[in-house]
């Protein structure tokens, strides 16, 4: 058997982490941390610097299934991901 990809031993392992296996404060900073990119992508949708953002994505993009939070256009997931949450 192959010797394993440094992204494959660090896929396998978020793969088989749990809640259970973390320290309650850690899992306390991951939910306070998903709730900031959430409040800061959507409170900041209507920002130039996001509308500018999203007009350069909608020149860039590719046919695909991933789909921006604010305004429900679909897309490729690897241009989406250059839409900054904190523009």
Known sequence: MAKKTLVQVLSD????LSFRDLPP???E???ISVADGIACALSGSDLPSSK???TLWKNVKKA???T???N???GDADRLGELPSHA
């Open 25 to 27: 404060d850690v899992v």
């Open 13 to 16: 392992f978020a793969h088989d």
């Open 52 to 54: 500018i953002a999203l």
């Open 68 to 70: 921006v939070w604010v």
């Open 64 to 66: 695909g299934k991933s």
């Open 72 to 74: 429900g256009e679909t």
């Open 29 to 31: 900073k991951a939910k």
